[in-house]
């Protein structure tokens, strides 16, 4: 049984940079596509970051050019740095595993979640 815990939310002035980690047990991170989801209060999950099996990386628009996944093998360990936070990026996020290839932002389509860790940004 896979089990990931995330960490590294609090809370930030816009502007500001956090960094989330997603620790895995029970599986190896390197064999199973890897996201970063997010959920605002009262609104629906949302894909922010993926990782293919392949490599491949893709991102919401929204956080192109902010946000950066990746991950370290060694420490099975999923990673996701958010830089130039504002308002608009407060949500609990969720790391997450296992999704059929090429659909990494597709929330529905994973088989594991972490419990989540929350993000608030201020004005």
């Known amino acids: 049984q896979v089990q990931l815990v995330e960490s590294g939310g609090g809370s930030v002035q816009a502007g500001g940079s956090l960094t989330l980690s997603c620790a895995a047990s029970?599986?190896?991170?390197?064999?199973?596509?890897m996201g970063w989801f997010r959920q605002p209060p009262g609104m629906e999950r949302e894909g922010v970051a993926a990782?293919?099996?392949?490599?491949?990386?893709s991102y919401l628009s929204d956080v192109k050019g902010r946000f950066s996944i990746s991950k370290d093998n060694a420490k099975n360990t999923l990673y996701l740095q958010m830089n130039s936070l504002n308002p608009e990026d407060t949500a609990m996020y969720y790391c997450a595993a296992d999704c059929p290839d090429g659909m990494g932002l597709y929330p529905t389509l994973y088989n594991y979640y972490g419990q989540g860790t929350q993000v608030t940004v201020s004005s």
């Open positions: 029970g599986a190896t991170l390197s064999n199973y596509c």
């Open positions: 990782i293919e099996r392949d490599g491949r990386i």
